[in-house]
């Protein structure tokens, strides 16, 4: 699974699962789940899909084996919304269990089979998702599975826990003019008289049932293939010339991964399908979900997400969840912290190592920020970084195996789990087979305490002894606060590392590597006969670490041409950039801004200009505006805006109307709102009606008024309501700030004639409306409101507040 951490899912809710302790790390196999049979194969039919209903009619083969001896009755998951219409043995409803029972009581190994038919309706969304056009365009009639963590039981009984797996037919008869897409293999798609096709997929290797997908719209197949396995895309019709520029790396990309992880594509085919209202990608096997978010040609130049993140991220699950499956949802880095590993290991291999630091360099600053929110350790029942620190530290894992003992490991976790679950301890066990390495004391600090080390570096140049000596204290504290119940997750002390130290000289470059172990080391370095030109701690970045290290900006200036590790360049471009009065620093950092070898590092020298005076940071900016690379000119435009002053404002407006980049013009709406008062309210209402991908152009402006409190654009804000999402949330900003003219507005679209632009109004009091302003003005509405669907949205988020504001003292 893939979310995109938008806007709208960073105000999501916090996982409240039950808390683990340190001292019980061990026992995250506590959180599996028992049953007393296997499950094995489940024929699962549907048929007449009723979109204003919500139903369908449903019919589920099930065999299973015994596990036990004398075994009378099967327990299954099955939403209490599945009505049963007729069963082969006698049955009785719990609530969202259904319990079948034997007509005699089972040997252990038994086999056991029962057909269940009946009537399902679901509540859209948990299961199964309905969508009907709304009038709005690109968004056709459609049906969307969505199993992940345990929801596929409301539209098939069955046993919804991934450490069970089964094999499987789904066979959907689906209206005319519709598409069933599915797992596995197409046995066949037949055509009935009234139009209706009936298709028949088959997963025939086993897999989990929390990856039993079903989609059903109207699709056109883009087909390819790696190898002799059909590798399909499915789109909608009017999204066909873009499939296959975006989707035509796939093959390459299962190539690679089948080489890195020497176990070749293990499904029957590969299909991806987009759907609408998705929350980024679903890894269900050999059927993955996508949001239907096709970037155009044009789009390339500001490497999308989709590409860069979600087609390999997903991709890499066939391997990393699919056939090796997480064995309870507390080890479930296993699944997301490979998916999000892999991504970067492809880029690497495809375009070298400062690819895949790029990519980890952008995974370092989501789990810094994550971990700033709340510390948990990865391998965690409800853990919130399973996706960054998952990435990270098997980042570091390869780092301090090599790579041929790292994928070696990974192989031998793959053979050794195959079409089966595995645990965190699994993995460990797998790189001790693989190598004889016996790595616990890694498992430890990395994946069941929580935390990084935050390094204070000192550094001494003796010339008489040739030594630097340099002084390593851990800084991080063990301060996270323990629950009700008095369980909490520690920080170690210490972590245990090696690191490597490079001393820069005008005789060459010494290395030394050393063992940090304690909460304060000494290294010392020999044989260092000049005096240092730069000192690199941590050489190569091998350490998930925070570092404060005081140093000459020349020692920096000199990293920064020199070292060619990413995340080092930008941990030294923040160094100088909080030396805004050192002209060493500002031509250091413009010369990196300009001339640095990889993209990313002049996007962070670009950005970090913006803190020197003009006079020299503008010489450099413009020439990183006519950098081939559009993140360049985009940072170069940003920090034009925080620059200020009458030739940052030209060149903004030069950006705006010149640049071909949509992200790059984006930053300039932001740029020329700062810095041109004037000029401001022309350039908004130009980006609001500019058309781009994701509304990025569109965004920019919504936020620019947002921030400056523009009331003068209510107007223009409000005739976009009906298109952009982002809308109504600017509407709310303003109303927050004080502008009844704006909370008036809003209130009006509450009874809007379009359900989707009710149910914007709603979300926009709920995530930017302050709740003191907000509910009163909904109270006093809500007699008024036309539609009942709004009412009870309305309602149950002034419950919801209600509920919250008991909670809070
Ligand atoms: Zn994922």
Do not use: C
């Not at 030109?533 to 140093?551: E, H, P, R, Y």
């Amino acid at each position: 699974m893939r979310p995109l951490f938008s806007l709208f899912l960073t105000f999501g809710a916090a996982t409240s699962l039950a808390a683990q302790t340190n001292a019980e790390r061990m026992s995250n196999d506590r959180y599996t789940r028992s049953h007393d049979y296997d499950l094995v194969h489940q024929r699962i039919e549907l048929s007449n899909f009723n979109w204003d209903s919500t139903s369908f009619d449903g019919k589920v083969a099930t065999t299973l084996v015994a596990r036990r001896a004398g075994l009378d009755s099967v327990v299954l998951d099955a939403g209490a919304k599945l009505v049963l219409k007729s069963a082969t043995l006698r049955t009785a409803r719990h609530g969202d269990t259904l319990v079948v029972y034997l007509a005699r009581p089972a040997a252990f190994g038994d086999t056991v089979r029962f057909a269940l038919s009946y009537h399902g309706v679901v509540e859209s969304g948990r299961g199964l998702t309905y969508i009907d056009t709304e009038g709005r365009p690109h968004r056709p009639r459609q049906i969307w599975s969505q199993g992940e963590d345990n929801n596929n039981h409301f539209w098939f009984p069955t046993y919804d826990f991934p450490n069970d797996k089964m094999t499987w037919d789904v066979v959907a008869t689906v209206p005319r003019g519709m598409t069933a897409v599915s797992n596995g293999r197409l046995i066949s798609d037949v055509v009935a008289k009234d139009g209706s096709s009936t298709f028949t997929w088959r997963q025939d290797k086993p897999s989990a049932t929390y990856l039993v997908s079903l989609i059903v719209a109207p699709l056109v197949k883009i087909h390819d293939t790696w190898r002799a396995v059909p590798v399909d895309y499915y789109v909608y019709r009017e999204d066909s010339a873009l499939a296959r520029p975006l989707y035509k790396i796939t093959p390459d990309m299962i190539d690679t991964y089948s080489r890195l992880t020497g176990i070749d594509y293990p499904w029957a085919k590969y299909a991806q399908t987009t759907v609408a209202d998705f929350f980024g990608g679903m890894e269900n096997v050999s059927a993955t979900t996508l949001v239907d978010w096709l970037p155009g040609l044009r789009n390339y130049q500001d490497r999308p997400w989709y590409p860069w993140i979600l087609i390999p991220h997903e991709l890499s699950h066939q391997w990393f969840g699919d056939y090796v499956t997480t064995e309870n949802w507390a080890n479930m880095w296993l699944n997301e912290g490979f998916a999000e590993f892999m991504p970067g290991q492809y880029w690497g291999q495809k375009l070298g190592s400062h690819a895949e630091q790029d990519y980890l360099l952008d995974e370092y600053d989501q789990f810094m920020q994550i971990d700033q929110d709340r510390r948990m350790p990865v391998a965690a029942l409800g853990s919130n970084n399973i996706y960054p620190k998952g990435a990270l530290v098997l980042e570091m894992l390869k780092h301090s195996l090599g790579d041929q003992r790292f994928w070696a490991s990974v192989h031998r976790y793959l053979v050794d789990h195959a079409f089966d679950n595995a645990t965190t301890d699994d993995l460990r066990q797998a790189v001790l087979d693989a190598t004889g390495e016996n790595l616990d004391w890694f498992w430890d600090q990395w994946l069941y305490q929580a935390g990084y080390p935050e390094f204070a570096v000192t550094a001494k140049y003796d010339s008489s002894a040739a030594t630097l000596t340099l002084v390593v204290r851990q800084s991080q504290q063990d301060s996270s606060k323990a629950d009700s119940t008095g369980l909490r997750y520690t920080t170690p002390a210490a972590f245990r590392m090696p690191v490597t130290v490079r001393v820069g000289t005008a005789a060459g470059d010494v290395t030394a590597r050393a063992q940090l172990s304690r909460r304060q080391d000494t290294i010392v370095v020999r044989d260092v006969k000049h005096a240092p030109t730069m000192v690199i701690f941590d050489d190569g970045n091998a350490i998930l670490k925070q570092l404060t290290f005081d140093q000459p900006t020349a020692w920096l200036a000199t990293q920064l041409e020199r070292d060619p590790d990413l995340w080092n360049r930008h941990w030294v471009i923040a160094q100088l950039g909080q030396r805004p009065a050192d002209t060493a620093a500002a031509v250091a950092v413009a010369k990196a801004a300009t001339g640095a070898d990889y993209f990313l590092t002049r996007v962070g020298a670009a950005k970090a200009l913006a803190a020197f005076p003009a006079s020299g940071a503008l010489p450099a900016l413009q020439v990183a505006l006519k950098d081939t690379s559009a993140q360049v000119r985009a940072a170069a435009v940003e920090a034009l805006g925080d620059l200020g002053g009458a030739q940052a404002a030209a060149l903004a407006r030069q950006a705006w109307t010149g640049d071909s980049s949509d992200a790059v013009r984006a930053a300039a709406v932001v740029a020329v709102a700062q810095t041109d008062s004037v000029g401001r309210g022309r350039v908004i209402v130009q980006a609001l009606r500019t058309p781009s991908y994701r509304d990025a152009v569109q965004n920019s402006a919504y936020r620019a008024i947002a921030r400056a409190g523009d009331t003068t654009m209510i107007d223009s804000v409000d005739a976009h309501v009906g298109e952009h999402r982002f809308a109504p949330h600017v509407l709310a900003a303003l109303a927050s700030r004080g502008s009844a003219r704006a909370l008036g507005l809003l209130v009006k679209h509450l009874s809007d004639e379009r359900a989707y632009v009710r149910r914007w109004a709603v979300e926009s009091f709920a995530f930017t409306l302050r709740r003191d302003l907000a509910q009163p003005t909904l109270q006093a509405a809500r007699a008024g409101l036309k539609f009942a669907d709004t009412r009870q949205a309305v309602d149950e988020l002034l419950q919801e507040w209600q509920k919250e504001g008991k909670k809070s003292p």
